[in-house]
């Protein structure tokens, strides 16, 4: 037996080896008395793709054995998987680490001083965003390893000059999706054809987290709980260098930064970033992969212009922030046009350049902390010399939507403060306690910009994702820039405890109760009632109606709740307005007669009862998986509301019936056929409300689901001979990739009801153009003769959306289908056009050809 345990340790040791001799610069000696991954999850990297909860416990045995590594939980994704991270450091260095965090703040403070030589560089390492890009995981253990394991002065040096943190998995629950299905199909042998099912996913794929979005885009918006974990951290610490690593084509090679120069960068980054610190890593970069004779290419295809990447995100902090992308084997092993392409050649690689990473920033540490001091200084500088001295937002008709805007600000650390007097600017009015102030006088003027300016003018016409991305137009607020300085007091500041308010106390009352539709959440109250089997209804028309002796005006949408006409008695009633108000945070108020001020009477006609939505989605092959997310994680997160996800290639077996919606995100249906075109007109017919997005419209519109006509324009054909290279700049300056228009909605229509403002600002990133309906009360919102907001658009497409159709009603018998043309629910954070869904939802059922209907029969 001893003999045996010998011969195994042996062999384990042989393996670690020959693990440590492909994975890592030669000449290293390791500590034995750190495990390595192969040791600690038993099988070479690379064998196998490592489950989640592997990887946190071999972080977590790191810190056990080792006190240069210090294990924490920053948050919990929507699948309850750990975030985690490791930080490695010298034990010196651990024992003071509060003190080196609190001095290393002070590098973004330009009132402090501090002694640049004598700090560590802070390097925050960040793999798999993409969860079915899964060699960087991989590579994280084997950098953790790496940097705890190694032995000698350089090592000693490296973790005397860092601090490193480690985030093995920015996207767990996306990973663990594509691990299992890359494990559970994998051969022995292994197959490397690339028709092998391990190498192609079965819908949405692991790409995604838990509601399909890709987090890769939500570092601005942070609309998912992964991404508000991560910032939260990243705030912390401010780090000097943050990476990003992805994975790309199977028949590419490498990619490290620069990225594309000039149009592709962000315009309020400094061109030191750009011209001296991309080119100075770029340079340790090359000679990692050189060593192991890597192709790679850099300069090229990708781009750092938008803030909510992972590595745009950094250098708008004054840091350094590095994307990586390395050819695919997605799975263990997948042909390319060359060769086999092995899990563990792509790991090596993201090995490589992540200790290449850790390298440039120790040996230039002083150079990076002088630089993000830089930044913060001179960013202040620009704020107090800037033509704008603040920001004012705000909708006291929409308190909720406002305050949701000032809290990502402060997730930000923009300094915001509460308007502390009422003010005019043109035609906004912006109220006391309901808008907010945001002064360009602050260290995160460039976050500022971010996300209030509209930019129309570029150095370039291609862009590797969307071109706008102002936050206040997202979130459809009035704003103004101001050329003044606005007075305020440290009081006015606003924190995240200021923002919570609770709502005015629910007033029993004997005859109604009122919520105003144009609160945001007053959506989520509606269903909250709904829910509990309270009846409801709506206001066609506004109304006055006396509350606390006061008269108030109601407009369109009103939410009207009668005490009488219930099956629940008026205590209960009462008890669930209370929950509902308490839930969604908005105001409910007590009225005590039917007999209006002014306008329609509660018993009019014009108040319509609200039905019960029974929702279903379609999802699954041919559907746009992160434009039907947004809306699954729409309707969870806002409303609390279940929707059922039909598989497309069910829908032969849905009971269509059981419902009374059913939306249809971007994609293409044809997998329907002939009979689910038919089943779905005559359930339309029959009363159905059917809700098309994007590339949806189309198909509905080409299968005759609708009677509705797509506008085709002929462009005018160029006949101009044109250089072979030039063709993908050329044909990409004519997409329209992602940019923010303005539109006119008709606020009296049921699908614009709780609008108070008829301009609206609508995302586009679609060339889908409808003509306008028959029926001249059924386009809801049209786009204005000169539209373009912010971001890129090619002038021959800015033409064609001029004065065209947004949304539009379509009916068909007893029911219609509501035609999205663009997004209404973008990413997660489109606020501003969220509630066209939920009136689409909750009252698409109750809409006539126009004028008085009454209840429908």
């Known amino acids: 037996m001893k003999k045996l345990l010998v011969a195994c340790a042996f062999a384990f040791s042989i393996g670690a080896w020959a693990q440590n001799n492909y994975f890592f610069p030669a000449g290293i000696t390791f500590d034995p008395a750190i495990p390595t991954p192969e040791q600690f999850l038993g099988y070479p990297v690379g064998e196998w793709h490592t489950r989640h909860d592997r990887i946190v416990s071999y972080f977590q045995e790191l810190a056990r054995v080792s006190p240069k590594a210090h294990f924490q939980v920053i948050g919990y994704t929507n699948e309850h998987r750990p975030q985690v991270v490791l930080t490695i450091t010298s034990p010196e260095n651990y024992a003071r680490i509060e003190a080196i965090r609190q001095e290393h703040l002070k590098l973004a403070d330009p009132a402090q001083s501090v002694n640049i030589s004598s700090m560590p560089v802070i390097v925050t390492h960040g793999y798999n965003v993409h969860g079915n890009e899964p060699s960087s995981s991989e590579a994280a253990m084997l950098t953790a390893y790496y940097l705890i394991a190694a032995q000698g002065p350089e090592a000693e040096l490296t973790l005397k000059d860092a601090v490193i943190h480690i985030d093995p998995n920015y996207n767990p629950d996306g990973r663990d999706r594509h691990s299992n299905w890359a494990n559970m199909h994998k051969g022995f042998p292994p197959v490397a054809d690339p028709i092998d099912r391990e190498h192609n996913e079965v819908w949405p794929g692991g790409r995604f987290n838990h509601y399909w979005f890709d987090l890769n885009r939500d570092w601005l918006p942070l609309a998912h709980v992964e991404s508000r974990n991560r910032i939260e951290f990243f705030h912390q610490w401010l780090p000097n260098v943050c990476t990003d690593y992805h994975e790309m084509g199977t028949n590419a090679t490498n990619f490290f930064e620069p990225t594309k120069p000039y149009g592709s960068e962000n315009p309020v980054v400094p061109r030191s970033n750009y011209d001296v610190l991309n080119p100075l890593f770029a340079k340790y970069f090359a000679k990692a992969l050189d060593e192991i004779g890597s192709l790679y290419f850099s300069k090229e295809a990708f781009d750092n212009s ?399 689901v609708v009677d509705e006509q797509l506008r085709k324009e002929e462009e005018a054909k160029n006949t101009k001979r044109m250089d072979y290279v030039t063709a993908s700049d050329y044909r990409g300056s004519r997409a329209i990739g992602g940019s923010i228009y303005k539109a006119n909605i008709d606020i009296t229509h049921p699908i614009g009801f709780g609008y108070t403002n008829r301009e609206l600002p609508v995302w586009r990133n679609t060339s889908i153009f409808i003509e306008r309906s028959k029926n001249q009360f059924n386009t809801v919102i049209q786009y204005t003769a000169n539209p373009l907001l912010s971001g890129y658009v090619h002038p021959t497409n800015l033409e064609k959306i001029k004065n065209s159709v947004s949304l539009q009603v379509s009916s068909s018998g007893q029911g219609r289908a509501i035609l999205f043309v663009d997004d209404p629910a973008f990413r997660g954070y489109w606020y501003g056009t969220n509630k066209l869904l939920f009136n689409a939802v909750f009252f698409g059922g109750l809409m006539t050809s126009g004028g008085f209907g009454g209840e429908k029969e």
């Open 306 to 704: 938008y803030p909510g990447y992972g590595s745009t995100y950094p250098d708008i902090h004054g840091g350094l922030g590095l994307v990586f992308e390395q050819a695919s084997s997605r799975g263990h092993v997948q042909k390319s046009a060359t060769k086999e392409v092995t899990f563990a050649f792509t790991i090596r690689n993201h090995v490589r350049t992540s200790l290449a990473t850790v390298k440039a920033a120790v040996e230039n540490k002083e150079l990076l902390l002088k630089h993000q001091q830089d930044y913060f200084k001179t960013a202040l500088d620009e704020g107090k010399k800037s033509a704008v001295k603040a920001y004012v937002f705000g909708d006291s008709k929409d308190v909720s939507r406002t305050r949701a805007f000032a809290d990502l600000l402060l997730k930000h650390r923009i300094e915001t403060y509460s308007l502390n007097a009422d003010l005019t600017v043109g035609a906004n009015k912006y109220e006391k306690g309901k808008a907010f102030v945001v002064t360009t006088d602050q260290k995160q003027y460039r976050m500022v910009r971010s996300m209030f300016e509209k930019v129309t003018s570029f150095h370039d016409s291609v862009f590797y994702d969307a071109s706008a991305w102002t936050m206040a137009l997202a979130y459809g607020l009035p704003h103004d820039a101001l050329n003044v300085t606005i007075k305020y007091t440290k009081g006015d500041r606003v924190t995240a405890e200021s923002l919570t308010v609770n709502p005015p106390a629910v007033t029993k009352s004997s005859y109604a109760y009122l919520i105003e539709w144009n609160e945001y959440h007053a959506a989520q109250a509606l269903y909250h009632l709904l829910s509990k089997n309270v009846f409801v209804k709506t206001a066609f028309k506004p109304f006055a109606a006396t509350v606390n002796g006061t008269k108030k005006n109601f407009g369109y949408g009103t939410l009207v709740i009668p005490v009488a006409d219930q099956n629940l008695g008026a205590e209960d009633l009462f008890a669930v307005v209370k929950e509902a108000s308490a839930t969604a945070g908005i105001e409910i108020v007590s009225v005590a007669t039917g007999f209006s001020a002014e306008g329609i009477d509660l018993g009019s006609g014009n108040v319509r009862t609200v039905p019960v939505p029974r929702v279903a989605m379609l999802v699954g092959d041919g559907v746009a998986a992160t434009d039907a997310g947004a809306l699954w994680f729409l309707f969870d997160s806002k409303l609390k509301m279940p929707v059922t996800k039909v598989n497309t290639s069910q829908f032969t077996q849905l009971r269509i019936t059981d419902y009374n919606t059913l939306i249809l995100a971007s994609g293409n249906y044809a997998a329907l056929g002939e009979a689910g075109v038919n089943k779905i007109k005559t359930w339309m017919q029959q009363g159905g409300t059917l809700i098309l997005l994007k590339n949806a419209v189309s198909w509905a519109i080409n299968n005759k």
